[in-house]
């Protein structure tokens, strides 16, 4: 969509997993160029779509909720078992404003502004928790620096009577120095509650995060590393499974 400026770094994480990354319009969709069917997998890319002018990603998500051949579309492409869907930033506001066609995602929050009341960009460590999720499965108990680039990142439940339902799918969580989920700005940069940033549906399928990992998927990437890491000699960091996982679901 109109906005968006993540899309690049997202194909090339997508395509040093094997796979065939296309850069697709939403005017593409609306025009009839290009259908969902034909693809796999659907990423949802960061940036500020419509300029945020109409809310966290809300824009982005109306254009097709309300127009019905495209809500359609999703509505298919999300029911079908063989495919996956990932939002990031951006595109995890927009996802998470189309939970009423994604299955399972009854408990997912919508975005709303910082507490700090500004734009945040800066790492911030992020624990990956057991979850659904069939992209993160193989990072589980991993706790890694991740880029953080939002103004309306903080998770809110209101629709939820303010509850974070047990069946939520928490995917990611801010922890601090000491690998405990932190409510503390600026470790929590947003100030969602438990740390909470990260979702899967029920079935695993679609993920949604506000962290941008196609940012860091690179160790050259990282202003500090481990030892380890450092004298490993490679090239990508462990952001990169998100992404070879992806690709074994299609294997």
């Known amino acids: 969509e109109q906005g968006v400026n993540g899309q690049i770094e997202m194909a090339a994480a997508f395509t040093r997993a094997g796979f065939d990354a296309y850069d697709v319009h939403m005017s593409d969709l609306m025009a009839g160029r290009v ?4 693809f796999k997998m659907l990423a949802a890319c960061g940036g500020f779509s419509y300029g945020d002018v109409l809310g966290a990603g809300e824009g982005w998500a109306k254009s097709i909720l309300f127009h019905p051949a495209l809500r ?3 509505a298919a492409f999300f029911a ?8 990031v930033c951006n595109g995890c506001q927009m996802v998470s404003n189309l939970a009423e066609i994604i299955p399972g995602t009854a408990g997912w929050p919508k975005f709303k502004r910082n507490l700090s009341e500004q734009f945040e960009a800066r790492l911030s460590m992020v624990h990956v928790p057991k979850s659904a999720s069939l992209i993160l499965n ?6 890694l620096p991740v ?4 103004g309306e990142g903080r998770a809110d439940f209101a629709l939820h009577g303010g509850k974070i339902s047990d ?7 801010y922890v601090d120095g000491q690998n405990q989920v932190t409510q503390t700005y600026p470790l929590n940069p947003n100030g969602s509650p438990r740390g909470v940033t990260g979702f899967a549906s029920a079935d695993g399928r679609a993920t949604i995060m506000m962290p941008h990992p196609e940012r860091v998927f690179r160790l050259a990437q990282w202003s500090w590393k481990p030892r380890a890491l450092q004298e490993s000699g490679l090239d990508h960091s462990p952001w990169m499974r998100l992404w070879h996982n992806a690709r074994r679901q299609f294997q």
């Open 80 to 87: 079908d078992p063989n495919t996956l869907t990932l939002g």
């Open 138 to 143: 193989e990072m589980q108990g991993s706790s």
């Open 147 to 150: 880029v953080v680039s939002h």
């Open 167 to 173: 069946g939520l799918g928490i995917a990611l969580q």
């Open 72 to 74: 359609d579309q999703f």
């Open 35 to 38: 259908h969902l069917a034909d």
